[in-house]
């Protein structure tokens, strides 16, 4: 695994997703410009929320981002782990009826192990209990059951409040003891 910068990620993400053929969507302004259902952009998908629920058009089905976000669910984490933080930039793909889970494992896990070189015995998956398509298509890449990790409606179910909404995988990658003691904290 080389080192990259923040720019350079981001990058690679966008070009990647361009290479399969995905429309890149520039990030939007914190605050929503035709949504009164949040304060703050919270996700990379909160912007495409039309496309999804079919009040928009959407410029292609498959889409690809890199979207500034700010939350403050989970506020008191903050500072207390190293993955929770209040504005950070999502990296997104999106399929709008074109691709599905299958498919977007794949995605990711080529572009983790392929294009950032993530070696996989440090990967850690979490899915939503419940889920068995995603369950086993992970197993297909080679996860064993210590590596999958069950989730629940609280860790693994996302929605936008009312409309779209459903099971996620989260990937997690374990730096190992010398960075961090405390385990994958999963």
């Not at 860790?155 to 960075?179: A, H, V």
């Amino acid at each position: 695994m080389e080192k990259l910068s923040a720019n350079e990620i981001r990058q690679l993400w966008i070009d990647f997703f361009r290479e399969k053929n995905h429309f890149f969507i520039e990030s939007k302004p914190l605050v929503p410009q035709n949504d009164d259902s949040l304060l703050w952009i919270n996700s990379g998908v909160a912007t495409l929320k039309d496309y999804f629920t079919g009040k928009k058009i959407p410029p292609s089905k498959r889409l690809v981002n890199s979207q500034k976000a700010l939350r403050t669910n989970d506020i008191e984490n903050v500072g207390l782990t190293s993955r929770h933080h209040t504005l950070f930039e999502m990296l997104g793909n999106f399929s709008i009826g074109d691709y599905f889970k299958t498919e977007a494992i794949d995605y990711a896990y080529e572009f983790l192990t392929k294009k950032l070189k993530l070696d996989p015995k440090n990967l850690f998956i979490t899915y939503y209990d419940g889920d068995d398509i995603t369950f086993e298509k992970w197993k297909s890449l080679g996860f064993s059951n210590e590596k999958l990790i069950k989730g629940s409606k609280k860790t693994n179910f996302w929605d936008l409040g009312q409309g779209p909404c459903g099971p996620c995988s989260e990937i997690y990658f374990d730096r190992g003891p010398k960075f961090d003691s405390r385990g994958s904290e999963l």
